[in-house]
């Protein structure tokens, strides 16, 4: 579980981030979503110390990530898995050596184990056997696939996900997003997404936080965020006049 407390992050006048706290419970796929510019990726980055705050608590399973000592962080990092916008593979490493990345620059795991992992992450993302292939030789979804598996190769108790779906087709990022979820459940892990995708937030928002103004404006879950009343969800969620004609619909 990671728990944001009272939050306070500004760059000189901008005050991006007002007293924002939330919880994001492990074993769920909890979800940032909001308009352009009201803070998600600040948030992110404070949460996975990229950025220091100015006030307020980030607690990974109730250890004070901003009271670490630099070791204890890497620590803490070492939990962490990311899955970039844009997946983030190295160009001129095989699918493999993507995979067993993290695993050389943080483990003394041996060659033999690496690669089994790395065989247990690939079949765990239905890529078994691709294993020598070079990123430009995948697809888009293929890519992400890879990506979630070098994201999981650590095993992280966390996991971030910035826009999975950026740049892929509707069913291809469903079949994402179901494998964002299932390995979320499986694992339970902490998982946290940020997405624009309304049919992410449909299809598996467990908890979805929105950001607004830079304040934890509401959260709830996929069910509860087709029925609000709240006017800037119902403009973020319904953003064109057509699907407001819907609302009724759908609720
Ligand atoms: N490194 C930085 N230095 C100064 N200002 C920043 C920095 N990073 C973000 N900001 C400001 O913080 C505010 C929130 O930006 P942020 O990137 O978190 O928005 P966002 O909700 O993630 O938007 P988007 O959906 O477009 O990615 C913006 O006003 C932005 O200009």
Known sequence: MIEVKNINKSFGENHVLHDFSARFEAGKVNLIIGQSGQGKSVLT????????????????NDRDFSKMKRKERKN???????????????????????????????????????????????????????N???PAELSGGMMKRVAIARAISMKPKYLFCDEPNSGLDPSTSLL?????????????????????????????????????????????????????????????????KFMKSLKGKLG
């Open 176 to 240: 994402i997003d179901n494998l964002i979820q299932e390995i979320t459940y499986e694992y339970n892990m902490t998982t946290v997404v940020i997405t624009h995708d309304m049919n992410s937030v449909i299809e598996i928002g467990d908890h979805i936080v929105f950001i607004h103004t830079g304040r934890n404006w509401w959260q709830g879950t996929k069910e509860e965020i087709i029925k609000t009343e709240n006017e800037e969800i119902i403009d973020f969620v319904y953003a064109s």
């Open 132 to 134: 020598k292939l070079l």
């Open 45 to 60: 980055k404070c949460i996975v110390g990229l950025m220091e705050v100015d006030s307020g608590s980030v607690l990974y």
């Open 76 to 130: 803490i990092r070492k939990e962490i898995g990311m899955l970039f916008q844009g997946s983030a593979l190295f160009d001129s490493m095989t699918v493999e050596e993507n995979i067993m990345f993290p695993l050389k620059m943080f483990t003394d795991m041996s060659k033999k184990e690496m690669l089994e992992r790395a065989n247990t992450c690939l079949e765990r993302v239905n890529l078994s056997g691709r």
